[in-house]
């Protein structure tokens, strides 16, 4: 009983740590950060977090071969969810320079887009948190489908305001 209580308490502390970490960093990022984002395949982040392919390899790997494979695949996510995280700091600050813009849409794109993109930036610290919990205890399920669905949506509001921006030039942060 102890033992569970003492790790509730850490990941706790742990979680605020990440979280004030996530929210200190500046947001402020250059003018050439279009170049930064990264398209992330995003059928290929939701399998890896599938609930039903993670009950399939336990259902047909022994426990001990289970538990390796889950690993692997929870480095995985964590580095789709890393990159999601890496894209959406710099789509704020894509967003931020474009709320100076004098167009009404565009200033309501833009700021959908950093809305997007902090929500997103959010839950991919908490999301990572989770991931070093399933790695000690790689039983368990993830269950990190926010993050996909913030992501998607994040993609949405880059693509609307690249689009309102520029029409010519295709902006894409997800592949898939």
């Known amino acids: 009983m102890n033992l569970a209580i003492l790790i509730v308490v850490a990941a706790v502390i742990a979680l605020i740590f990440i979280l004030r970490i996530a ?7 250059s003018s050439k950060t279009e170049t930064l984002v990264k398209p992330i395949d995003i059928q290929a982040f939701r399998n890896l977090v599938s609930a039903s392919e993670t009950e399939y390899l336990r259902r047909h790997l022994l426990p001990a071969d289970f538990r390796r494979v889950h690993r692997q695949r929870l480095r995985a ?13 710099v789509l704020v600050g894509i967003g931020q320079a474009a709320l100076a ?14 809305n997007n993109a902090l929500l997103t930036r959010r839950n991919a610290s908490v999301a990572t948190l989770r991931i070093y919990v ?43």
């Open 101 to 114: 813009a004098g167009d009404p849409r565009t200033v309501q794109a833009a700021r959908e887009l950093v």
């Open 77 to 89: 996510t964590m580095a789709y969810i890393q990159e999601a995280g890496r894209n959406a700091a």
């Open 134 to 176: 399933a790695l000690v205890f790689p039983s368990g399920t993830l269950g990190t489908p926010a993050i996909l669905d913030n992501y998607e949506r994040l993609s949405g509001s880059a693509m609307l305001l690249g689009r309102l921006q520029n029409p010519a030039v295709p902006v894409r942060v997800a592949a898939g």
């Open 23 to 29: 929210f200190s960093r500046g947001l402020q990022v």
